[in-house]
């Protein structure tokens, strides 16, 4: 629970500055960067060590992270200086969840048994679309253990469609008696 609220108040905090730079876009694409790079078991192992110097850290933060906007460089040193790396994926997700909300759009998760078309996915996205009053962006799965039907994740929100869950329905209605 704690590295949620880090990430998040992390997030907060940078698109906060980034708003009154105007550089909220610019910074997203520079966060998937620094995630990316911070993937690097090597490099985060070097980062975390505790017998390399700050110096030596900070001048390696410097040169990796070059193309980034100073105010990247210092978020990565922080995070490095408080022991707090293993929030980066939390700190990008949340940090995207500001710039969806910034620029009105409503990120959806679609799960279904086999791939969606793409009249299919339009669809989907303009439903969606009237019902939440905001531009979609979809993300698509397919995970055939539904057997069939789909899922749709807005937000916090969990809509089960899929043939999975009426199955598991009806064997619990089953077992209990209760038809």
Same mark, same amino acid.
Do not use: E
């Given at each position: 629970m704690a590295l949620t609220k880090s990430g998040k108040r992390y997030a #907060? =905090? /940078?698109?906060e500055l980034a708003s009154e730079g105007n550089v909220v876009e610019a910074w997203a694409i520079q966060l998937e960067y620094v995630a990316e790079v911070l993937n690097n078991a090597e490099f /985060? =192992?070097? /980062?975390?060590h505790?017998?390399?110097?700050? !110096?030596q850290k900070q001048k390696a933060i410097g040169e990796v992270f070059k193309e980034t906007d100073q105010s990247i460089q210092n978020l990565v040193s922080l995070l490095v200086k408080n022991s707090s790396m293993e929030c980066v994926t939390d700190l990008v997700k949340n940090y995207s969840g500001l710039l969806? #909300?910034? /620029? *009105?759009? #409503?990120? !959806? %998760?679609v799960t279904t048994a086999v791939q969606l078309e793409d009249n299919q996915i339009s669809n989907i996205k303009n439903?969606?679309?009237k019902i939440v009053d905001k531009e979609v962006v979809l993300d698509a799965n397919v995970d055939d253990s539904i057997?069939? *039907? !789909?899922? !749709?994740?807005?937000?916090d929100q969990l809509l089960d469609g899929? %043939?999975?869950t009426q199955f598991n329905d009806m064997r619990r209605i089953i077992k209990s008696g209760n038809i």
């Open positions: #907060q =905090a /940078l698109f /985060l =192992a070097f /980062l975390n505790a017998k390399v110097p700050d !110096i969806d #909300q910034y /620029l *009105g759009k #409503q990120r !959806i %998760t439903v969606i679309a057997i069939g *039907g !789909i899922i !749709i994740k807005i937000g899929s %043939t999975k």
